[in-house]
């Protein structure tokens, strides 16, 4: 289905500057998620399954909204180092959105109505249809605000299999709604693969372990789409590890969803 126009995250002149209120340049980011939002949708009605590829954790909220305009409620299985669950008021030091990107989702308090109300309905996601999976930071939901399921890089590596089953069921209900997956390359060790745009050092997941715990995630027929994001070039110089993780993920990505 094709690129998107490039964007990159640039200081806007005349914008508010260091120690402003609020999150960095929201229009500039607001509109690539309308761009993706729309780009999205039209994949989907053609019945085809998207795959993002590039950019920052925001493009969860485009795929998001994309679904649940073409399928109503759905889930999600955020496989990332973090939550990217700061709220702007509790982070004026990093102004930065693609740490609050599932904060918008839920429709928070005090997230940017520009990104929260991308979609048709808000929140555009429930947290009981959220699953957290891998993550290495500390818990991001500082306000108890947020009861999804957690499964930390620790439980991941100890059964794989066993937590995509768990994710699976939360996001999935007992009714089987569709469910997006978000995949943040900074879930992996950046010692053994490095080239994350945020590393986690000794903390993440192995390449092999990811790619255990992702097979029976997308071969689920409720699958509706993917993200791939936040590969930074400059820390992967020669290509090595995206030459890598392509090798690895490529044929569990192409493969069928069971019947």
């Known amino acids: 289905h094709g690129d998107r126009p490039v964007a990159r995250w640039r200081p806007r002149p005349g914008g508010p500057g260091p120690g402003a209120p609020g999150p960095h340049d929201v229009d500039g980011v607001a509109a690539v998620l309308r761009d993706a939002r729309d780009a999205l949708a039209a994949v989907l009605a053609t019945g085809d399954t998207p795959l993002v590829l590039g950019g920052e954790c925001t493009l969860a909220l485009p795929l998001v909204a994309a679904a649940v305009a073409a399928h109503g409620d759905v889930g999600l299985v955020y496989v990332d180092g973090g939550q ?140 509706a789409g993917v993200t791939l994001v936040e590969h930074n070039p400059d820390h992967d110089p020669d290509g090595t590890s995206a030459r890598r993780l392509v090798e690895a993920l490529a044929p569990v990505l192409a493969r069928p969803p069971r019947g």
């Open 84 to 223: 990217d669950l700061q709220l702007p008021a509790d982070h004026p030091e990093e102004p930065i959105l693609d740490s609050m990107g599932v904060a918008h989702l839920l429709d928070l308090p005090g997230t940017v109505d520009a990104l929260a109300g991308l979609g048709t309905r808000r929140p555009l996601l429930d947290a009981a249809a959220l699953c957290f999976l891998g993550f290495a930071d500390d818990d991001e939901d500082v306000h108890g605000l947020v009861p999804s399921l957690r499964l930390a890089a620790r439980e991941v590596l100890a059964d794989p299999e066993g937590a995509a089953a768990r994710a699976l069921a939360a996001v999935t209900g007992p009714g089987g709604r569709p469910f997006v997956v978000h995949l943040d390359v900074d879930v992996l060790d950046a010692l053994l693969l490095p080239g994350a745009d945020v590393p986690q050092y000794g903390r993440g997941l192995p390449l092999d372990v990811l790619v255990t715990l992702l097979e029976p995630l997308v071969a689920d027929p409720g699958l």
